[in-house]
Nanobody
């Protein structure tokens, strides 16, 4: 069982930056053995993949819509995964969720076992 808590969301102007954090806790497998992912859900839309990172941090994946603007990273000593977002646009407005799964990075939301409650990101144009 893994508990995930996101933070760092808020209101930002278009072109600005924001860094999201996701802290993991709980018994069982250690954080460093989990693949971590970020997803987002805009109003009226399905939850979509944003980025994922391997347990070591050596492999990362991004959706085409955020590639070059967002960076996923992790600090296994702090049980935390980050999403650095830059050059934000109104289309990035959504609730952002972090998720965890064992195995290899995946863009498929149904393959993630654990989810946080989400943090709202609003980009004003």
């Amino acid at each position: 069982q893994v508990q995930l808590v996101e933070s760092g969301g808020g209101l930002v102007q278009a072109g600005g930056s924001l860094r999201l954090s996701c802290a993991a806790s709980g018994p069982g497998r250690t954080f460093s053995t989990y693949v971590m992912g970020w997803f987002r859900q805009a109003p009226g839309k399905e939850r979509e993949f944003v980025a994922a990172i391997s347990w070591s941090g050596g492999i990362t994946y991004y959706s085409d819509s955020v590639k070059g603007r967002f960076t996923i990273s992790r600090d296994n000593a702090k049980n935390t995964v980050y999403l650095q977002m830059s050059s934000l646009t109104a289309e990035d407005t959504a609730v952002y969720y972090c998720a965890a799964r064992p195995g290899v990075p995946s863009a498929k939301r149904h393959e993630y076992e654990y989810w946080g409650q989400g943090t709202q990101v609003t980009v004003s144009s």
